[in-house]
């Protein structure tokens, strides 16, 4: 994958990570562009290249009442907004062959879910639109088995494909990240660690998937520690009335502080 070909990408010369962060899902506008003008002020500042990250849709919901979207078309509209705006390319999640194309008309990366990643047609529509790719590793799957997903987007004329780990189901209500999995998978793509769902706690009896908000930045730094290219995180001004995945977000008042010392480290692993 090309950081160059993604279309408005800031800072790629800076040796630093790239980062996808914003909230889980978009709930408004006003929401939206809160979120992104406060983290493009700290990614600016830091020189970190960013993409703005909201889903239009959230399809995987332990309750039938769960919160799934304000209207694909209003929500889609809210992220051009934002790049518009903020000048920043935006990254989104698809759950149909159908989400690809539509979803291809507003944002710049497609975002294959964790548990949707080995559905082939789904992967091979969005290669198709020419968009750059992530493939969320499914916390069922290997790190080796990665290699076949990224290969359903470079058989399908599209080099443009990163892959995120996002943890490994441990027993039935936590996940675990397994490290040794980073520089495996970078042998197949540039690689991207979602720390945040990676500190989920899924499968609670109340249908409310729980969260360790407090590891953040453990899992943040070991995963620069261990050479990732990317960071991915979610973020809200207040995580406790986010419509989606609060109890595992990071609080925004938290990000400048958290990105500054994972930048220093990165340096760090850069001069080893």
Known sequence: MDLAKIPQLKHIDSNNFFLLCGPCAIEGEDMALRIAERIVTVTDTLKIPYVFKGSFKKANRSRVDSF???GDEKALKILRKVSETFQ???VTDIHTEQDAAMAAEYVDILQIP???VRQTDLVV???HTGKTVNLKKGQFMSPESMKHAVTKVTDSSNEQVMITDRGTMFGYQDMVVDFRGIPTMKNYAPVVLDVTHSLQQPNQSS???GGRPDMIETIARAGIATGVDGI???THYDPSIAKSDGANMLHLKHLERLLANLVAL????NEL
Do not use: C, H, Q, S
């Open 125 to 127: 529509a969005a290669a």
């Open 114 to 116: 964790a548990f949707l």
């Open 88 to 90: 920043v390319p935006t």
């Open 68 to 70: 799934t979207g304000i």
């Open 232 to 234: 991915f995180m979610e």
């Open 207 to 209: 249908g409310v998937t």
């Open 266 to 269: 990165r340096k760090t692993v």
